[in-house]
């Protein structure tokens, strides 16, 4: 059988319509005929690449081959019973269950077959390297187990992990993600899911939303598995909060505000996203907060919440924070909770005493080498740690150098247009400029002296002076890092801070490679849910990262999944002598590939050769 198109204009000939018929091919001596066996319409959900699958299908269930050993799409499968089921109702073809068919993936080792080489097609193909990957990294960890513990079936438990990988290997909403399971994605081949509970973007929101709901039990029991797994525990805490923005006018969601937006998007409601990860990368905690929510009134929420974890007697661990987040409250908040801390003083002290004779050098995170000298601060019980570094100085002072060369610019072109006709000129328009400049470029309108030449009879500014301050503060690439354990060296202070850049690195992970924002959702049912399976998407990509860094491979998520996104599945058919040959084939890894799949201890694939033959 084989799906045939027709084309037939109208009455009027001034438009043509397509439409398609299954057809079944047969000889009469020497010569061969067609016979129309059904019209199957317009196939508006099928695309042409896959009406021969369509064609094969309908005929294998009329022939009473029901049970393919590979699955097809859902769509070609619904389509092809339907049609299937009108032809054998009407009598129109006759059907027969075949029972001398064989399995070729129990005989294709004894025996050779014939085949038409020239007949040789492959039907699709998918990608399923990503997949793969993620899955057995689910397996190690015992995901399954995590999600049944929160009352899911074996079915929800499969879609829930076919949604978390859709957000690793191809991040986007709920209605991309069931268009990519579907069209792109090999991933039916290593989750046996019942056919009624197909991935929809229905059945995927419902997993999103009853995942968030039991997050608690669901973050509790993740962390205490992969854990297990490493030798460093949980004596570091390094809390932060960013904040992602929204596409649309958001007037729905109560927690989508208007605030500073550290992707300067300013223009666009924003979420507040705060976490807590360990000294290994992995999540303590994390919180939801308003888009105008300050990062100083997160911190209690976390402490408290972190707290709970620890019992009276045991050592809790040491918290590493930014300067926007240590204010003096936070830091008399933690000693309170008996919590040890790291952090950048948001002031530079101006009296304080050296502690140490010499100063120590060190190297940064690029290998710069910076100078760290102990210090106690007048007023204050904690002790601080002068840094000097030359790298940062000279950053410092190319920054600057930038940002006055704008505010230079600007200046510039007001007193250019005092000369030009319909420029400003008028003495309060012109003030008022000045004044929006001085705001635009604080930092380095507070270093100029600026006056103006104006004529009061005519209320007209006729020239503008700005002169360089000799007494500016000049950039010199020092700060203080202060900390309240004492018997802490210079070494374990600055090693201990630099564990900030952790956090980064999950905020950069999540915005870029997991791609969380912007957020296209409308309501906080569905807001809250997506930045969560995100963060928690992120964990996993933490965990293989990790067993990678220890093999020397040091590579991005978004390199690791497009190398692995190179190893596909195909669908291929081929003419036998007594039918058709259909062979469903998982490629082998490459070079690379193979290397990942060595380092993590995985298997390289989830099958080599699926085959049916089918008269």
């Not at 199957?40 to 022939?63: F, N, V, W, Y």
């Not at 050779?112 to 097609?121: A, T």
């Not at 936070?330 to 919590?339: I, Q, R, T």
């Not at 410092?396 to 704008?406: A, F, L």
Request: aromatic share 10%.
């Amino acid at each position: 059988m084989f799906i045939k198109k027709i084309t037939k204009p109208n009455r009027t000939g001034n438009k043509t319509y397509t439409y398609y018929r299954l057809v079944h091919s047969y000889k009469v001596g020497v010569k061969n005929r067609q016979q129309t066996i059904l019209n199957l319409g317009t196939l508006e959900t099928i695309p042409k690449q896959k009406h021969k699958l369509l064609a094969d299908r309908i005929e294998s269930i009329i022939l009473g081959e029901r049970n393919l050993l590979f699955s097809l799409p859902s769509e070609i499968e619904e389509v092809a019973n339907a049609f299937a089921n009108r032809i054998i109702e009407k009598g129109i073809f006759p059907s027969r269950k075949r029972q001398n068919h064989i399995n070729i993936s129990k005989d294709i080792d004894g025996e050779f077959i014939p085949v038409n080489i020239k007949s040789q097609k492959e039907l699709e193909s998918k990608s399923i390297g990503g997949e793969w990957l993620v899955k057995q990294a689910f397996d190690r960890i015992g995901l399954d187990s995590i999600f049944k513990g929160t009352g899911m079936s074996t079915n929800e438990s499969g879609i829930a992990q076919m949604l978390l990988t859709g957000r690793l290997i191809h991040p986007s909403s709920e209605l991309e993600t069931e268009r990519w399971l579907k069209e792109n994605s090999a991933i039916k081949e290593v989750y046996a899911l019942n056919d009624n509970h197909s991935a929809t973007r229905y059945r995927l929101y419902q997993a999103a939303t009853h995942m968030y709901k039991h997050k608690g039990f669901i973050e509790k029991s993740f962390y205490n598995k992969v854990t297990d797994f490493f030798s460093q525990k949980n004596r570091i805490v390094i809390y932060d909060l960013t904040n992602i923005h929204f596409e649309g006018q958001m007037l729905g969601s109560s927690k989508a505000k208007f605030g500073r937006s550290k992707q300067k998007r300013n223009d666009r409601r924003l979420i507040g996203l705060a976490l807590a990860i360990d000294s290994i990368g992995f999540v303590r905690h994390s919180k939801i907060y308003n888009g105008n929510i300050s990062e100083p009134s997160t911190f209690e929420t976390m402490i408290n919440d972190v707290s709970s974890e620890f019992s009276s007697k045991e050592q809790k661990p040491v918290v590493v924070m930014d300067a926007g987040i240590s204010t003096e409250d936070n830091l008399v908040f933690l000693k309170e909770k008996n919590f040890d801390y790291v952090c950048v003083s948001r002031s530079k002290p101006k009296d304080y005493t050296i502690l140490t004779d010499n100063a120590t050098m060190l190297s940064d995170n690029r290998g710069h080498k910076i100078e760290v000298i102990k210090v106690s601060v007048k007023d204050k019980d904690d002790t601080f740690l002068h840094i000097k570094s030359q790298q940062k100085k000279l950053k410092e002072k190319s920054m600057e150098d930038k940002v006055s060369e704008r505010f230079l610019q600007s200046m510039n072109e007001l007193k250019q247009g005092l000369t030009i006709p319909r420029r400003l000129k008028k003495i309060i328009p012109v003030h008022e400029k000045v004044g929006r400049i001085k705001k635009q470029f604080s930092k380095i309108a507070k270093n100029y002296i600026i006056t103006y030449t104006q004529d009061s009879d005519k209320g007209l500014v006729t020239d503008i002076q700005w002169e360089l301050q000799q007494n500016r503060q000049s950039p010199n690439g020092e700060y203080f890092l202060r900390f309240s354990k004492e018997i802490l060296s210079e070494k374990q202070i600055w090693d201990t801070y630099n564990m900030t850049r952790d956090v980064e690195a999950t905020f950069r992970c999540l915005k870029s490679d997991l791609d969380i924002r912007p957020i296209f959702h409308k309501k906080d049912a569905y807001i809250e849910p997506h930045i969560w399976i995100g963060i928690f998407a992120y964990q996993i990509v933490n965990y293989i990262r990790i067993q990678l860094k220890e093999s020397n491979i040091n590579l991005s998520w978004s390199t690791i999944v497009n190398i692995m996104n190179g190893q596909n599945c195909s669908l291929q058919s081929v003419k036998t002598k007594n039918g058709i040959l259909y062979s469903k084939l998982c490629t082998s890894p490459n070079t690379k590939q193979s290397k990942i799949y060595s380092a993590l201890k995985y298997k390289p694939q989830p099958f080599i050769n699926k085959t049916k033959q089918k008269w």
